[in-house]
């Protein structure tokens, strides 16, 4: 009798929801590139664009506080990692938003409502 050699294939494994978000991959990952205003900087050593956003949206979700950003500027923390970082407040430095910047954001949404608009009109 030959000897047989079995392979045995391991049944595919499910990712859970976590492992896919955490590649990038998964519900709710955004379709196509986002970006931060140049207006909105980073307060920390190695906060990334990405942790930024999360820092943001977590606190536009989770608090019912402004997100005015942190006290402290960019170069006080640089230069010392023990200074005070309010963690009721996202990993940004202190911004102000003018009129002119709501101004400006109203009149893109208008511009992109018009696209859809006739988007969908082409459509039929």
């Known amino acids: ?16 929801k976590n492992d896919k978000k955490s590649r990038g991959g998964g519900a709710g990952s955004p379709r196509g590139t ?11 050593p ?3 664009e990405t942790m930024l956003l999360a ?7 989770l608090s019912k506080e402004p997100a005015e ?8 923390i640089d230069k010392n990692p023990t ?23 109203e009149q893109r949404v208008r511009q992109a409502r018009l696209r859809l608009a006739q988007a969908i009109k082409s459509l039929g």
């Open 46 to 48: 190695g906060i990334t």
């Open 34 to 44: 986002s970006s931060l205003p140049l207006k909105v900087d980073s307060v920390g």
């Open 55 to 61: 820092s943001i949206s977590t606190h536009l979700h």
């Open 69 to 76: 950003g942190q006290k402290e500027s960019l170069a006080t």
């Open 83 to 105: 200074a005070f970082i309010n963690p009721h407040q996202p990993l940004m430095a202190n911004i102000t938003v003018s009129d002119d910047d709501i101004h400006a954001a």
């Open 1 to 16: 009798e030959e000897d047989k050699i079995e392979v045995i294939v391991p049944p595919p494994t499910k990712k859970s």
